[in-house]
């Protein structure tokens, strides 16, 4: 007799890297321009150079109001990696909706298009995409990034094309974000844009093995 497929075991619930939520509409939107200051000096001059420091001025606030929210700058760009999975989300969302019928493989170019999108166009996220660069030395451990985007695609996709989020399709999906990282990886250190070649190659490669999953 066969054995049973046993499910996956349950992931423990993401880590948030702020040490605190602002209430406030004015805390809100000076986390905002810290975020958005922290992405344009990754841009600038890349994560090993980024500094709290130069982020608060470049921000316009106090130092204590980085460190009020963060505790260092592994912290800092980490809620930016935060904030652009929210974002990707919200966006794949949106294309999935706008769609006239969504299939499976119009659900993949959804996923795949509007990462290319933000790599081509959101400040820093050509280095913090979903995830900071490796640690140093006492700077901690962060939560897996494609475990965290293969969990909201999962959900995005099970919604969409009326199928259950089953321990089968996330295994398949989280398959699908670890080969489409290395290839897309690939493709934007060959050309600054993405490779069209290599992404063509990278959705040729989800297409034969994620659609026959999303079509079930």
Do not use: W
């Not at 000076?30 to 608060?56: K, N, P, W």
């Not at 921000?59 to 204590?64: K, M, S, T």
């Not at 990696?81 to 959804?110: C, F, K, M, W």
């Not at 398949?172 to 493709?187: F, H, I, N, P, R």
């Amino acid at each position: 007799m066969d054995p049973v497929p046993q499910p996956d075991p349950p992931r423990p619930a993401a880590r948030h890297p702020l040490r605190r939520t602002p209430v406030q509409q004015r805390s809100t939107e000076r986390l905002a321009r810290i975020l958005d200051a922290c992405a344009e000096l990754l841009d600038e001059s890349g994560y090993e150079q980024l500094s709290t420091r130069a982020v608060a001025v470049r921000a316009g606030v106090p130092i204590g109001s980085v460190y009020r929210f963060f505790g260092n700058k592994r912290a800092m760009a980490a809620a930016l990696a935060h904030r652009n999975l929210d974002r990707y989300a919200e966006r794949v969302g949106a294309r999935l909706t706008a769609a006239p019928r969504p299939d499976a493989y119009r659900a993949i170019d959804s996923v795949l298009d509007e990462y290319i999108a933000m790599k081509r166009t959101v400040p820093g996220f050509a280095l913090v995409d979903f995830g900071v660069p490796a640690p140093a030395a006492g700077e901690g451990v962060d939560d897996d990034p494609n475990h965290l985007v293969a969990d909201r695609l999962c959900g995005l996709l099970a919604t969409h094309l009326d199928r259950p989020a089953d321990d089968v399709l996330r295994r398949k999906v989280l398959v699908g974000v670890e080969a489409a990282d290395a290839l897309l990886q690939l493709a934007f250190r060959t050309s600054p844009t993405g490779d069209p070649a290599l992404v063509a190659e990278t959705r040729a490669l989800l297409y034969a093995y994620l659609a026959p999953s999303l079509s079930a």
